[in-house]
């Protein structure tokens, strides 16, 4: 291989590694409070909690959860046996608030 095409070879390498770089860097976080809103208790399937906010950080058992340390929030999402959304929590600690779909009813 002469090293014009090693230089070519590497150009490509590295133009296809920022380009994937990039690309993940430039995914917007899902978790925001309008998706969090349209997640409806007895209704919303994981697969539908998966598409509006993304793969969770933690699941332990039926409980997924999401945080974001950064932003010091914290989303909670409890399903039951079948995978439906039974209870779903949005805690916020900049301003405080703490939603709670049980506290609704």
Same mark, same amino acid.
Request: no cysteine; net charge negative.
């Given at each position: 291989m002469t090293s014009l095409s090693a230089v070519r070879i590497g150009s490509v390498v590295l133009v296809l590694g920022g380009m994937f770089v990039g690309a993940c860097a430039s995914t917007p976080d899902q978790v925001m409070h309008r998706n969090y809103t349209q997640i409806h208790e007895n209704a919303s399937t994981r697969a539908e909690v998966g598409s509006l906010l993304g793969s969770p950080e933690h699941r332990i058992g039926d409980q997924w959860m999401y945080t974001r340390p950064e932003q010091h929030?914290?989303?909670?999402? =409890?399903? =039951?046996?079948?995978g439906k959304v039974i209870r779903k929590q949005w805690v916020d600690g900049k301003t405080g608030s703490w939603e709670d779909s049980h506290d609704k009813k």
């Open positions: 929030l914290t989303v909670i999402v =409890d399903f =039951d046996a079948n």
